[in-house]
């Protein structure tokens, strides 16, 4: 998925293909696709896969639907043809990078923008009341269970200390040199107050703010949000990568922590170590693009820690190359790196009907 997602073109994906590692001789040396003569095969069957598809919303935008692989185990972006296509049809492209700004925009920026050339106008963060009061110290949310009053009912003070979240956010927006937006994204149950608190701790930190209901009133609920986009393009845009690949690998690493988490330093665990030590030493792999792992629910490595925590350690437990990628992979505390299902996944209920063709289960 992410060297689907990496490719500019036909030809890099095939290059890219037949540089996957699938095995290590006796001697360490690695066996990629390409000396297995594989590659050629494995393209062919992704040729059609290299198009994107173009859907549109229920108002009639086009939409360009593309690769998805999660920003907290891989690059976390839509594929760089769709954006290509995209900037070359419209006066806007809108292009998703995965979860927040510390894994998802983190990777647009040294990863995706470093691959397709294309640098960034504005970049809009998405908030949410709920959301802002979890990181405020808001009870613990678990699917299944019934959301706690406290996320249904105005209150200020958790709204504020959720807040220092939203501004950790914006302050890495800005470090790319590119103007941010502040999406409110609107629920029902949020208080005028409550939404007049987000905008003043925003705009007071340099972002442009706008309340957005899409979700009741479609595109028209989101034009304060357009207008907001279409103002922040205008301005001024000194845009820079978070780290440089010029430097050692660890140096990246602590770049990225320090710079883009808040993290005081980077502690490498024994395997950690010995395979910086490894490929720190080889030429080829010491120059590849650094893909940070870890969780999404919190700016640190710690799922429970909301807010900004800062000063904290990060650990490095593992480093793992994707030579096809193109990616040196920290993996940072315990995360699994395969995305799971529910208990109960819908794909128990859908079926198809042998004798009409007919699909049920799907709604």
Known sequence: MAILAMANDLRELRERISKIVVAYSRSGSPITTHDLEVDGAMTAFLADALNPTLISTIEGQPILVHAGPFANIAIGQSSVIADQIGVRCSDYHVTESGFGSDIGYEKFVDLKCRASGLRPDAVVIVATIRALKMHGGGPTVKPGTKLDDVYTHENLPLVEAGCQNLLAHLDIVRKSGVQPVVCINHFYTDTDEEVKLVRKLSEQAGALTALSKHWQ???????????????????????????????????????????????????????????????????????????????????????????????????????????????????????????????????????????????????
């Not at 030493?281 to 693009?289: G, S, V, W, Y």
């Open 217 to 363: 009133f479609g595109g028209q609920g989101a034009l304060e949000l357009a207008e907001a986009v279409e103002e922040a393009v205008k301005k001024p845009n000194d845009f820079r990568f978070f780290n440089d690949n010029s430097q050692p690998i660890i140096d990246r690493v602590k770049a990225v922590a320090k710079e883009v988490y808040g993290a005081g330093d980077v502690q490498l665990l024994p395997e950690a170590q010995a395979k910086l030590d490894l490929y720190q030493n080889d030429p080829e792999i010491a120059k590849l693009n650094v893909c940070m792992v870890k969780t999404h629910l919190s700016l640190s490595h710690d799922p429970d820690v909301k807010g900004r925590p800062t000063g904290f350690t990060l650990p490095i437990r593992d480093i793992l190359l994707y030579r096809g990628a193109g990616f040196i992979v920290p993996v940072a505390g315990d995360i699994k790196l395969m995305p799971g299902t529910g208990s109960d996944p819908a794909f128990r209920r859908i079926d198809v009907d042998v004798e009409t063709g007919r699909i049920h289960g799907l709604f």
